[in-house]
């Protein structure tokens, strides 16, 4: 099956800091999706991007399609970013959701 | 409203008891999504419901029993749960069951078995 791998799996920032979290799949999709699961276990969608760019405030990400890979853009770090950051995925050729193991973000203040 | 409710938010049960988790959404959204999450890990998939018909069973143990009894509603049945089924339990709805929607997940049930 379809393998999702994220980098790096743990990340310790102080506060202020920029970050990137890379999302790299192993098949061609058409679904990406990016969430942020918050210390009480709340998934938030960040980004549904299968291609291309998108902003929305401190955050943006980039997905190349066909390259395979995608990144997660955090600027300016604050404590609340504190959490997991999951990178999902749907092959064109099927249609359940593959999460990837997640990247564990701890914002210092 | 673009919630996607889930209660209760933490349940504790023995291996014989009877228990459901509830999720609901008002999103307009015709396909819902059971996964559990344990500790450190992703979330997996274990039903799916599109249009109130079950879609995808990702070969779950028959001691859960989900029921989509309208299109706003999702149930998750629990009997003779085993302490290793302790978990978080996530729904999640999308406007469709197909490959280019967007996710939503509640809050999760933090459900105990001893």
């Known amino acids: 099956g379809i393998q999702v791998e994220q980098s790096p799996p743990d990340l310790i920032l102080q506060e202020g800091a920029n970050s990137t979290l890379r999302c790299n799949f192993s098949?061609?999709?058409?679904?990406l999706q990016w969430f942020h699961q918050n210390p009480w276990g709340q998934l938030i969608n960040l980004f549904y991007i299968p291609s291309g760019t998108k902003q929305n405030g401190r955050l943006s990400a980039t997905t190349v399609a066909t390259e395979r890979y995608s990144l997660l853009y955090i600027s300016s770090s604050q404590t609340t970013d504190s959490g997991v950051y999951f990178c999902a995925v749907i092959m064109n050729r099927d249609d359940k959701i593959i999460f990837g193991k997640g990247t564990r973000l701890h914002i210092l203040p | 409203d673009t919630e996607v409710t889930q209660t209760p938010k933490h349940l504790v049960m023995g291996m014989t008891n009877k228990k459901s988790l509830k999720c609901e959404q008002h999103m307009g959204h015709r396909a819902m999504y059971w996964y559990k999450q344990k500790a450190k890990k992703p979330p997996e998939l274990m039903f799916v419901y599109s249009y109130e018909k079950l879609s995808i069973n990702e070969s779950v143990p028959s001691r859960f029993s989900p029921e989509c009894p309208n299109s706003s509603l999702l149930n998750l049945h629990l009997h003779a749960l085993q302490p290793e089924d302790s978990a978080l339990y996530l729904c999640?709805?999308?406007?469709?069951?197909?490959?280019?929607?967007?996710?939503?997940f509640g809050s999760g049930t933090q459900l105990s078995v001893l």
């Open positions: 999640a709805s999308s406007p469709r069951q197909v490959t280019n929607e967007k996710l939503f």
């Open positions: 098949d061609s999709v058409n679904n």
